[in-house]
């Protein structure tokens, strides 16, 4: 049974880290163009190749790399993250990303820290996820439409997510619409 967020004891992570998403959080609150979770960390592990760490907070999941004169790589919302796999044999962990840019691969230890992020993860991305509807494409063909919620504002987000390989076409683009019709009526969102 997974544990509640709120009853989860939060990972410590180094000092260094933990400055570097501070920074990052106070400068995003200038701004407002952060995904940064301010230093609000649910779950923490390091890349045992890079030293980078790879942080799942409430809102984005945030890549930090000490060793970088900016040291907040990157930080995207759960609603861009379409999914983690694990490797147990190469302890490899391999994000892809709903853009179809090119999936990030981490080698992560096999300790508790790694185990409680990698649950985090899952979590904090089914919980994007409001409705999703498989595409119904010829062929070996697959996609799916899917309806997610931006954690940070409670707003919902259309995607249309094709498997790799496959490209946009008339059938792809007709089942992507009559999926997210359905979705936006099932979800009480105004049709497109």
């Given at each position: 049974?997974?544990?509640?967020?709120?009853?989860?004891?939060?990972?410590?992570?180094?000092?260094?880290?933990?400055?570097?998403?501070?920074?990052?959080?106070?400068?995003?609150?200038?701004?407002?163009?952060?995904?940064?979770?301010?230093?609000?960390?649910?779950?923490?592990?390091?890349?045992?190749?890079?030293?980078?760490?790879?942080?799942?907070?409430?809102?984005?999941?945030?890549?930090?790399?000490?060793?970088?004169?900016?040291?907040?790589?990157?930080?995207?919302?759960?609603?861009?993250?379409?999914?983690?796999?694990?490797?147990?044999?190469?302890?490899?962990?391999?994000?892809?990303?709903?853009?179809?840019?090119?999936?990030?691969?981490?080698?992560?230890?096999?300790?508790?820290?790694?185990?409680?992020?990698?649950?985090?993860?899952?979590?904090?991305?089914t919980a994007s996820v409001v409705l999703?509807?498989?595409?119904?494409?010829?062929?070996?063909?697959?996609?799916?439409?899917?309806?997610?919620?931006?954690?940070r504002t409670g707003g919902l987000v259309?995607?249309?997510?094709?498997?790799?390989?496959?490209?946009?076409?008339?059938?792809?683009?007709?089942?992507?619409?009559?999926?997210?019709?359905?979705?936006?009526e099932q979800v009480g969102m105004p049709?497109?």
């Open positions: 049974m997974p544990i509640p967020f709120r009853d989860r004891r939060t990972d410590d992570v180094p000092p260094d880290i933990a400055a570097a998403l501070s920074a990052q959080s106070a400068q995003s609150a200038q701004s407002a163009q952060s995904e940064v979770d301010g230093g609000r960390v649910l779950s923490a592990a390091p890349d045992a190749d890079s030293g980078a760490w790879l942080v799942a907070g409430r809102f984005a999941l945030t890549l930090v790399d000490p060793g970088r004169p900016e040291p907040v790589v990157w930080s995207r919302p759960w609603h861009e993250v379409d999914a983690g796999s694990w490797s147990r044999e190469t302890s490899q962990l391999t994000v892809t990303w709903v853009d179809r840019s090119r999936p990030g691969q981490w080698r992560l230890g096999d300790g508790q820290r790694e185990r409680t992020f990698l649950q985090t993860l899952r979590e904090r991305v999703a509807e498989e595409l119904a494409l010829s062929g070996r063909r697959t996609g799916r439409a899917v309806i997610r919620q931006d954690l259309e995607q249309v997510v094709l498997a790799r390989g496959v490209q946009a076409d008339e059938e792809v683009s007709a089942a992507s619409a009559r999926a997210l019709d359905w979705l936006r049709r497109a």
